[in-house]
């Protein structure tokens, strides 16, 4: 006689991804010019970083975006 095979139903929960509060808190200001310096002198180490999420606040997203949707001309 055949083995009846058994489905897996994984227990069920919460479909939301849990977002951890952030461990350290910098100001724009002073991380902008590192990374702006790390990423002109082609530092290996800031690659390791490029999939990591950053939190900024909505108001910044959104000027982030029509930033990125009008691209300025150089002056």
Known sequence: MATRL???HPP???T???VAEPDVRVRLGDLLPLVAMAQRLNFV???DFLDDEVAVSSDLYEVLLEFRSSRPTSA
Request: charged share 50%.
């Open 6 to 8: 058994k489905l897996y």
């Open 12 to 14: 069920e929960e919460d």
């Open 45 to 47: 180490w800031l690659k």
């Open 16 to 18: 939301e991804v849990a």
